[in-house]
């Protein structure tokens, strides 16, 4: 199949991608997601790393930023380009695998109504390129395996490295290169320079983050471990592995699957072997920890959604079944049915009558109390009225007590709102201990007065010699313990600033 007709087809297929998120994004996607907020702050302190992320996706967003502004669809706009390449990707992946038409068809396929791709890409994180990064480097795996030439190894290198600066998850794509060589007969390749060089080009670009971590006391591992034993302690390997369906769409799951069988039992694909040790490697590193979001693994599935495609166009290609190739094609194309469920698409009166039409109930995988949304909608919500709302009470203190006020914050969304709509309400930077704003400290706060968004009055109480509730924030349809939240107003903080600080941390 010619290389024009080959883009041709996968291209079209990546801009119906584009096409849904720019539509959403365009529409306003219900609002600013919480951690988009925390974001968008960390894009005001640049640095070589963050308490919960590698750099590299907060200087992409510090870069987009300038140029589109921070509106929400000027937020969302990379992840929508990378999540468009992703498709382009998996499909000339499934080339490069030996497909022809109909292999790139129903990888693309795949990959567009993939349902957590959808979601990765609706919203601004690291984790669209986190996708974006695995494809290509499968790609330049595929071309290594069916090449033999040595040129694809540094290439390798850099994307893994760029990888790692994005998200340490790469570590998993990393180790299963790793083991892909060492499990196959590309083990040859040992003997030569070549993969040494793309190790220690990948490490080379990781290494600021690593730096930075030392620098700053393990500020990442303690992340990891408190998350573990906190918001992700009620996830199992059962979970884990039982949710990798549901995550990728049910429908896609005889693409995925046939994928597998290609990579690591077909005789057909014996020859990209390492890609299927790719996939079973990081599938077996996130079993093995015990308490892994389903999600960690779907970057993978770029591998076996073209892998898959391959694999059905020559096993449907028989006399007779061509019709099954076909079935599969339009299976897929419904999947998109689904796509309301994690891309803000519809008004949320519409989305919620929806998802109980289809039987589908609300979902967090932080343990977290539900109400009416699902925890990536409902994180959506509330945060310019929180803002507003504090604004209100700044503007009650005289002009003396507005000059030494803070605005204290528990978590970086609700601090995140006070930075990106407080400018405009005349609010001051906010602080928080949580994650990375405990690290850029308490300001120029001295103790005199803060208002204190959400929190327990008693424990105000001990801190503070006066405590006034100022108000409440009311929100229908954020994540229950986001709504009805009080601010406080507290003065004479009993002990230095500095002190109460160092108690406050709060990595999670």
Not at 36 to 59: F, K, M, N, W
Not at 78 to 107: D, I, K, N
Not at 499 to 504: G, H, I, P, Q, S
């Amino acid at each position: 199949m010619a290389l024009r007709a080959c883009l041709g087809l996968i291209a079209g297929l990546a801009l119906v991608k584009l096409a849904i998120h720019l539509i959403t994004n365009g529409l306003g996607g219900y609002g600013i997601f919480r951690d988009e907020l925390y974001y968008l702050a960390c894009t005001r302190h640049l640095g070589l790393g963050y308490v919960d992320q590698p750099p590299l996706s907060i200087y992409l967003l510090a870069a987009s930023s300038r140029l589109f502004g921070e509106s929400v669809f000027a937020l969302r706009l990379l992840p929508a380009v990378f999540g468009s390449l992703t498709v382009l990707l998996v499909g000339l992946l499934a080339r490069e695998l030996g497909g022809g038409r109909w292999a790139q068809l129903l990888a693309g396929l795949a990959a567009l109504v993939s349902l957590i791709f959808l979601a990765m890409d609706s919203l601004y994180s690291m984790n669209a390129f986190d996708h974006l990064v695995w494809a290509a480097v499968a790609f330049l795996v595929a071309r290594l395996l069916r090449t033999g030439q040595p040129v694809y190894w540094p290439l390798i290198g850099i994307a893994v490295g760029l990888g790692l600066l994005n998200k340490v998850g790469a570590l998993w794509l990393g180790t299963g290169i790793a083991v892909g060589l060492l499990a196959t007969r590309e083990r040859r390749w040992l003997a030569t320079r070549w993969p040494w060089l793309a190790g220690i080009l990948a490490l080379t670009l990781f290494f600021p983050y690593v730096w930075w971590n030392l620098t700053h006391d393990g500020a990442h591992l303690e992340f990891i471990r408190n998350a573990t034993a906190g918001k992700y302690s009620g996830l199992s390997a059962w979970t884990f592995l039982s949710q990798q369906m549901l995550v990728q769409n049910p429908v896609t799951v005889p693409v995925w699957g046939s994928g597998l069988i290609f990579l690591l039992v077909s005789p057909s694909g014996r020859r990209f072997r390492m890609l299927g040790w790719i996939y079973l490697a990081s599938l077996l590193i996130l079993v093995a920890n015990g308490h892994s979001k389903a999600e960690y693994l779907s970057p993978a599935y770029t591998i076996l959604f073209a892998a898959g495609g391959v694999a059905l166009e020559r096993w449907l290609g028989r006399p007779g079944l061509a019709w099954a190739r076909v079935a599969i094609a339009v299976q897929l194309a419904a999947g998109l049915i689904l796509a309301p469920m994690v891309v803000p698409i519809l008004p949320v009166e519409t989305y919620i009558a929806y998802a109980e039409s289809l039987g589908v109930q609300p979902s967090t995988s932080e343990s977290k109390e539900l109400a009416e949304l699902p925890q990536l909608y409902a994180d959506m919500f509330g945060w310019e009225e929180k803002a507003a709302a504090v604004a209100d009470v700044y503007d009650s203190l005289s002009t003396e007590e507005r000059a030494v006020a803070a605005i204290f914050a528990e978590n970086y969304g609700r601090a995140g709102a006070i930075d990106y709509f407080g400018p405009e309400l005349g609010l001051p930077s906010a602080i928080s201990s949580h994650n990375s704003y405990w690290l850029w400290g308490p300001r120029d706060f001295k103790g005199e007065i803060v208002i204190v968004l959400g929190g327990e009055r008693e424990g105000l109480e001990d801190s503070f010699g006066s405590v006034e509730l100022a108000g409440r924030v009311p929100c229908r349809f954020c994540m229950p313990y986001e709504s009805d939240l009080p601010i406080f107003v507290c003065r004479e903080l009993k002990l230095p600033v500095a002190e109460v600080w160092d108690r406050l941390k709060n990595y999670s």
